[in-house]
């Protein structure tokens, strides 16, 4: 074993979701081991315990899972179970941890952000509940990484990762374990999967896209089970620079698929996932279903899938996420929690059976099966409805806003802001928030405004400045929060929402829907101004 000695490196606080910088960060001498030193440092069940670990397959991937294995080694876990080629999906890693009542597990990602040598690198530390991090963990991993003097390591040669099998290091056990089986025998386990294969038989067409990112093997995997077309699959091969892109499931990034779903005769069912798998997006022909409206068609469909035919407890949203699902609830007579964006926050409703399912507007969705959200689950969950309700996604989502109405909702990301302009911009609204009620703006007047803050109703922990939000009487409003997983600058999210009840037009443009939102938002901050941009970066 050796000891080495080290010095802290300033900003190793994980974000929304674990610790996220640029290659060339990450692959500064000490860099990684540090922050894996400070997790075992703040972790004692590790010692001795069992690691699930691997990740999305992004550049520097293969080098830092042989680097966590010395170190795993060195500080005396037990065993460390590796996906094959050092692959595992998020969504896999969490399965994994709660299959094999695991320590905890490691995930290497920087989820939808750029891979490659120039692109982003990420690490993620999952609970032994198999979800992220609760915050009083990673504010203790944070701290440690600020006093670290040295970290554990063994003199040792790589593990071949190219072969499922076991072997040691020192007295560490070692597992290289096929990456998707365990995932797939679970779908198999929630839904009916004959049911869905009917569906292809009968000549559904699939587009799925996996952007060349980790979902591409499990999506092969699945998708040959189902008897779907091989050429459903686009994109499938896992790539370290994700192929160039950004594998973020958006109308952006994902345009090769908005493209043939929009083209004449496109396929009847479209979706993508991103860089570690636990993102979606659903689109039927001509139609994209924003992911605010996705979770609230699956909890209102979700008795037609077999895991969840006996109904659901309760649902959860993220803040900003569209109050759609929050109408479903109501009419479930089920409660619906308001959590800070980032999934952790969901980990301790999941935990005590207060949830079932749960989401949040950028393109996560999945339920108590794992604590993680699940890009490939939430597919499923569509195909299952479609293929139990015998409709297409459009008729699925026009039934549902004819039933509930529909939430017209858009987020505009401001990236790579200037950091101190951003943060001017939250000053300048959080200094009127408390004069903003009843003054109007265009048709609007404001009903409240505040600093969402969120108590936990399991361990009354509680979260502060989790984002700005102005809430209208018509119902409508507007969020604005930072980013807490972008790399360049700052990047402002403004979240926008505006309901039409089921008796109004609900088949407007998007935009033109919400320019009166829009328009208030800048008037009332004048952001625009102060970061210096007339448009947004991405509209999703
Ligand atoms: C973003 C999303 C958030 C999600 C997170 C991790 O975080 O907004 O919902 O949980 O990525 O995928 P943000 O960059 O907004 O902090
Ligand atoms: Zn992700």
Redesign the pocket.
Same mark, same amino acid.
């Given at each position: 074993m050796k000891k080495i000695s080290t010095t802290p490196f300033q900003g190793q606080k994980p974000?929304?979701?674990g610790l996220r910088k640029t290659v060339s960060i990450f692959t500064q001498a000490h860099y990684l081991e540090n922050f894996v030193q400070a997790i075992f440092d703040s972790v004692p069940a590790l010692k001795d315990g069992v690691i699930i670990l691997g990740g999305d397959g992004r550049y520097y991937n293969d080098i830092a899972i042989q680097t966590i294995l010395r170190m795993a080694a060195a500080n005396g876990a037990a065993r460390v179970m590796v996906g094959k080629n050092g692959i595992l999906s998020t969504p896999a890693i969490s399965a994994l941890i709660r299959k094999h009542k695991a320590a905890g597990g490691i995930i290497l990602s920087a989820?939808h952000n750029p891979g490659g040598i120039n692109g982003d690198f990420g690490i993620k530390f999952n609970s032994a509940n198999g979800g992220p991090a609760a915050e009083i963990i990673t504010d203790k991993i944070y701290a440690r990484t600020q006093n670290i003097t040295q970290y554990f390591s063994l003199d040792t040669l790589p593990i071949d990762l190219t072969k499922c099998g076991f072997s040691n290091m020192s007295s560490m056990d070692i597992e290289i374990i096929d990456s998707t089986a365990h995932y797939s025998e679970m779908m198999e386990g929630l839904f009916d999967f004959d049911a869905i294969s009917g569906l292809f038989n009968a000549g559904l067409s699939l587009c799925f896209d996996a952007m060349h990112a980790v979902t591409g093997p499990y999506a092969l995997d699945i998708f040959a089970r189902l008897g779907a077309s091989k050429d459903s699959l686009i994109n499938a091969v896992p790539l370290p620079d994700f192929g160039g892109g950004h594998p973020d499931p958006n109308p952006v990034y994902a345009a090769e698929l908005f493209t043939r779903m929009f083209a004449p005769n496109g396929p009847d069912f479209g979706a993508a996932s991103d860089g570690d798998g636990d993102r979606n997006i659903v689109l039927g022909r001509d139609i994209y279903v924003s992911p605010s409206d996705s979770i609230a068609v699956l909890a209102a469909n979700a008795h037609l899938v077999p895991a969840y035919k006996d109904g659901l407890k309760g649902l959860a949203r993220?803040m900003p996420t569209s109050r759609a699902l929050d109408k479903v609830a109501e009419k479930l007579a089920i409660p619906c929690y308001e959590t800070p %964006? +980032?999934?952790k926050f969901f980990g301790n409703l999941l935990d005590a059976g207060r949830i079932t399912l749960c989401g949040?507007e950028?393109a996560?969705a999945s339920s108590n099966h794992i604590r993680e959200k699940d890009g490939l689950w939430a597919v499923l969950m569509w195909l299952n409805i479609m293929a139990a309700r015998e409709q297409s996604v459009s008729r699925i989502l026009q039934d549902h806003w004819q039933t509930y109405g529909r939430h017209y909702y858009s987020r505009h990301d401001y990236e790579a802001v200037e950091t101190q302009k951003a943060k001017t911009v939250m000053q300048k609204l959080e200094s009127l928030l408390p004069a903003l009620p009843e003054q109007i703006f265009g048709t609007e007047t404001v009903l409240s405004a505040d600093n969402f803050a969120y108590t936990d109703p399991i361990d009354k922990s509680v979260s502060k400045n989790q984002g700005l939000r102005v809430i209208f009487k018509s119902g409508s409003r507007f969020v604005m929060r930072l980013?807490? %997983? +972008?790399t360049v600058g700052a990047?402002l999210?403004l979240y926008l929402e505006r309901y039409e009840p089921a008796s109004g037009d609900l088949s407007q443009d998007v935009q033109a829907a919400l320019s009166g939102i829009i328009s208030a938002a800048d008037e009332i901050t004048g952001f625009k101004t102060i970061i210096e941009r007339s448009a947004p970066s991405t509209i999703s």
């Amino acid at each position: 074993m050796k000891k080495i000695s080290t010095t802290p490196f300033q900003g190793q606080k994980p974000g929304t979701s674990g610790l996220r910088k640029t290659v060339s960060i990450f692959t500064q001498a000490h860099y990684l081991e540090n922050f894996v030193q400070a997790i075992f440092d703040s972790v004692p069940a590790l010692k001795d315990g069992v690691i699930i670990l691997g990740g999305d397959g992004r550049y520097y991937n293969d080098i830092a899972i042989q680097t966590i294995l010395r170190m795993a080694a060195a500080n005396g876990a037990a065993r460390v179970m590796v996906g094959k080629n050092g692959i595992l999906s998020t969504p896999a890693i969490s399965a994994l941890i709660r299959k094999h009542k695991a320590a905890g597990g490691i995930i290497l990602s920087a989820s939808h952000n750029p891979g490659g040598i120039n692109g982003d690198f990420g690490i993620k530390f999952n609970s032994a509940n198999g979800g992220p991090a609760a915050e009083i963990i990673t504010d203790k991993i944070y701290a440690r990484t600020q006093n670290i003097t040295q970290y554990f390591s063994l003199d040792t040669l790589p593990i071949d990762l190219t072969k499922c099998g076991f072997s040691n290091m020192s007295s560490m056990d070692i597992e290289i374990i096929d990456s998707t089986a365990h995932y797939s025998e679970m779908m198999e386990g929630l839904f009916d999967f004959d049911a869905i294969s009917g569906l292809f038989n009968a000549g559904l067409s699939l587009c799925f896209d996996a952007m060349h990112a980790v979902t591409g093997p499990y999506a092969l995997d699945i998708f040959a089970r189902l008897g779907a077309s091989k050429d459903s699959l686009i994109n499938a091969v896992p790539l370290p620079d994700f192929g160039g892109g950004h594998p973020d499931p958006n109308p952006v990034y994902a345009a090769e698929l908005f493209t043939r779903m929009f083209a004449p005769n496109g396929p009847d069912f479209g979706a993508a996932s991103d860089g570690d798998g636990d993102r979606n997006i659903v689109l039927g022909r001509d139609i994209y279903v924003s992911p605010s409206d996705s979770i609230a068609v699956l909890a209102a469909n979700a008795h037609l899938v077999p895991a969840y035919k006996d109904g659901l407890k309760g649902l959860a949203r993220s803040m900003p996420t569209s109050r759609a699902l929050d109408k479903v609830a109501e009419k479930l007579a089920i409660p619906c929690y308001e959590t800070p %964006t +980032g999934w952790k926050f969901f980990g301790n409703l999941l935990d005590a059976g207060r949830i079932t399912l749960c989401g949040e507007e950028s393109a996560g969705a999945s339920s108590n099966h794992i604590r993680e959200k699940d890009g490939l689950w939430a597919v499923l969950m569509w195909l299952n409805i479609m293929a139990a309700r015998e409709q297409s996604v459009s008729r699925i989502l026009q039934d549902h806003w004819q039933t509930y109405g529909r939430h017209y909702y858009s987020r505009h990301d401001y990236e790579a802001v200037e950091t101190q302009k951003a943060k001017t911009v939250m000053q300048k609204l959080e200094s009127l928030l408390p004069a903003l009620p009843e003054q109007i703006f265009g048709t609007e007047t404001v009903l409240s405004a505040d600093n969402f803050a969120y108590t936990d109703p399991i361990d009354k922990s509680v979260s502060k400045n989790q984002g700005l939000r102005v809430i209208f009487k018509s119902g409508s409003r507007f969020v604005m929060r930072l980013s807490g %997983t +972008g790399t360049v600058g700052a990047t402002l999210r403004l979240y926008l929402e505006r309901y039409e009840p089921a008796s109004g037009d609900l088949s407007q443009d998007v935009q033109a829907a919400l320019s009166g939102i829009i328009s208030a938002a800048d008037e009332i901050t004048g952001f625009k101004t102060i970061i210096e941009r007339s448009a947004p970066s991405t509209i999703s």
